[in-house]
């Protein structure tokens, strides 16, 4: 009976989860599902996906009371340093990562998590902007084609729903610092994308490819990897390096806090990190990978894409930087008043 009354009182302490199952909180199109096959296949675990089409979504809905539903998700670089402030992230230690010293060392010391305590890197790239060339063969060199766009393209411009590499990007092509709090300078940059919304047609970051490839846009601020793929899907467009900069992301993958499957987490996560698959995620998703030894798994169209290979005049990449929470409630407004 002792036996019995204890394993019911474990069994009423907290809910109960299998014990070969992953759950995941991931972008849209952003992972193989022959990757994650493989991955069950070799250890039995099921895995689940559920994505979000942007980090603040995915923030929301954690803060909300989906954190201790998920194992892992996949966070941008600002994020990850967003989420570990507000105690969301579990940390681990390199002994459960068997593979953690195929991490480029460039990517190990980052801001956002010194020394990766709470993640891993997943895939890298950039944030400008594409443009169809069968509409517009004008010169793509500025961020004037989104917030001051020629003629040919006025209401025809999708922009990405998120509000970190928006306000990020206008703000360079401003020469505004991230994080300003002069009135002046917020009110100028509020001011010129009030302006400039109404030359766009929508917001939209899972369908920023679609919308290229099915010409329901003729320009689009674009991830990269996306603008590859929409270019492999017939469509005829360049991927621009504007000479004002662009922003440069990293996504990651983080161990959640209350992880209700850890170990097979750290599995997971272990296991992205083999050359071999992190390849297949560059394959799939046209990005850059942060592990080393993945060039003899990548296809030649990776290796050459002008996506992944910009040219020696394209400008500096600049991070999102997080800002402090009084400074961010003022871009908050700007990004409500945009929206509305």
């Not at 296949?41 to 809905?61: F, P, Q, R």
Request: aromatic share 10%; charged share 20%; with cysteine.
């Amino acid at each position: 009976m002792r036996i019995r009354l204890t394993t019911l009182a474990l069994l009423l302490a907290g809910p109960a989860f299998a014990e070969g199952e992953l759950k995941v909180y991931h972008w849209f199109e952003y992972i193989p599902q022959e990757l994650v096959d493989k991955f069950t296949a070799e250890t039995g675990i099921k895995v689940t996906i559920d994505t979000y089409d942007s980090n603040e979504a995915m923030l929301a809905s954690l803060k909300a009371g989906k954190l201790g539903q998920y194992d892992v998700a996949v966070p941008g670089d600002y994020m990850v340093q967003i989420m570990g402030s507000e105690g969301l992230l579990d940390s681990f230690t390199r002994e459960e990562l068997p593979n953690f010293a195929n991490i480029d060392p460039k990517w190990i010391d980052v801001p956002f998590d010194p020394g990766r305590q709470s993640s891993i890197p997943y895939q890298w790239g950039t944030t400008a902007f594409s443009v169809n060339r069968d509409v517009y063969q004008g010169d793509i060199g500025s961020l004037s084609i989104i917030f001051d766009p020629p003629e040919e393209l006025k209401g025809k411009i999708n922009v990405l729903d998120s509000q970190g590499e928006v306000l990020a990007l206008a703000s360079i092509y401003m020469g505004i610092p991230q994080c300003s709090t002069d009135k002046t300078q917020l009110k100028a940059l509020s001011d010129m994308l009030v302006a400039a919304k109404a030359n766009w047609a929508s917001f939209g970051s899972d369908t920023a490819k679609d919308v290229l490839v099915s010409g329901d846009a003729a320009a689009g601020m674009i991830y990269n990897g996306f603008s590859a793929k929409a270019r492999a899907e017939g469509a005829n467009v360049e991927y621009a390096y504007p000479k004002e900069g662009m922003v440069v992301w990293m996504d990651n993958m983080v161990l959640l806090k209350d992880a209700p499957n850890r170990e097979n987490a750290l599995k997971f996560m272990d296991f992205l990190l083999q050359p071999e698959n992190a390849a297949a995620v560059t394959n799939y998703a046209a990005y850059t990978s942060g592990v080393m030894g993945v060039e003899p798994f990548l296809d030649e169209a990776i290796k050459s894409s002008p996506e992944t290979n910009p040219p020696a005049s394209a400008p500096t990449g600049s991070f999102v930087l997080v800002c402090d929470e009084a400074t961010q409630k003022l871009y908050d407004a700007i990004w409500i008043n945009l929206k509305k």
